[in-house]
C-alpha cells in the first residue's frame, strides 16, 4: 500500500509540474492576443473569423450593391511582440451570402456571388489607433442581368494600393468606413470605380476555443 501512495504522489506530482509549465509556456506580448488584451497570443496558423455586423456596400456610378450577412475568414502569418513589428493575415475569405444581397446596379436583376478571388493580405498595425491594411484585393462579384451574369473584380489595384479598416477593442470588430476600390478585370458593362465600406466582427480565434482576437 505505501508503494501504491508514493507512486500516486509521484504521478500527481509530475501532474502538476507540468501542468505549471503549460500555463507558463502560454506566450503574451503578440500584437494579437485571444481573451483579452495582453492576453495569450494568437498563434501563427490559427484561423480567424467573424461575421458581416455591418451591411457590406458597394458603390459605383451605376448603382449599390448591398450585403447583409457574410463572413470574413483569415490565417494568421506573422504575430511579433507589440512594438517590433506587425501582425500579418492571409485573408481567405470575404464572403457576403447573395440570398441576403439585394442590387440597384443599372440593368442587373440579382446577386449571383461575393468571393474574394484569391488570398488577400492584411497587415495589422497596432497603436492608439489600431488598424486592418488590406493589400492585393480581388472581389469578385458576380451580377444577374436580362442576357446572363455579369463578373466584375474591385480591389486594391492602380491608384488604389490599400483598404483600411479600423480595429476596435470595444466590439472586436474591423470597421471599413468609405474605400476606393478600382476595377481589376471584368466586362465594359463594369463601372471603372467604386467605394466600399462594412464591417465584420466579432473576430474569433476559432483555432483557440473561438476566443476574442484584441490588438495590443
Known amino acids: 500500500m505505501r508503494t501504491r501512495t508514493l507512486a ?8 502538476l509540474v507540468l501542468g505549471a509549465a503549460g500555463q507558463a509556456g502560454a506566450a503574451t506580448g503578440g500584437v494579437l492576443t485571444v481573451g483579452s488584451a495582453g492576453g495569450t497570443n494568437v498563434n501563427v496558423n490559427d484561423i480567424v473569423k467573424g461575421a ?74 497596432d497603436g492608439t489607433s489600431p488598424k486592418l491594411k488590406v493589400t492585393s484585393l480581388d472581389e ?32 472586436n470588430s474591423i470597421s471599413f468606413a468609405t474605400q476606393n476600390v478600382n476595377l481589376i478585370s471584368g466586362s465594359g458593362l463594369c463601372p471603372s470605380s467604386g467605394t466600399f465600406k462594412g464591417g465584420v466582427g466579432p473576430v474569433l480565434d476559432t483555432t483557440q476555443s473561438s476566443k476574442k482576437v484584441f490588438v495590443n
Open 8 to 15: 500516486l504522489t509521484a504521478v500527481a506530482t509530475v501532474g
Open 52 to 125: 458581416i455586423n455591418s451591411d457590406f456596400v458597394f458603390t459605383t456610378s451605376s448603382g449599390t450593391i448591398d450585403c447583409k450577412t457574410g463572413q470574413f475568414t483569415a490565417k494568421v502569418t506573422a504575430n511579433p511582440n507589440k512594438g517590433t513589428g506587425n501582425a500579418v493575415e492571409s485573408i481567405t475569405q470575404l464572403h457576403a451570402d447573395p440570398a441576403n444581397c439585394t442590387t440597384t446596379v443599372s440593368g442587373t436583376i440579382s446577386v449571383v456571388s461575393v468571393e474574394i478571388n484569391g488570398p488577400a493580405t492584411g497587415t495589422v498595425v
Open 140 to 171: 469578385q462579384v458576380t451580377l444577374a442581368s436580362f442576357l446572363g451574369n455579369v463578373t466584375c473584380d474591385y480591389g486594391t489595384t492602380g491608384s488604389v494600393t490599400e483598404i483600411d479598416g479600423s480595429l476596435s477593442n470595444t466590439t
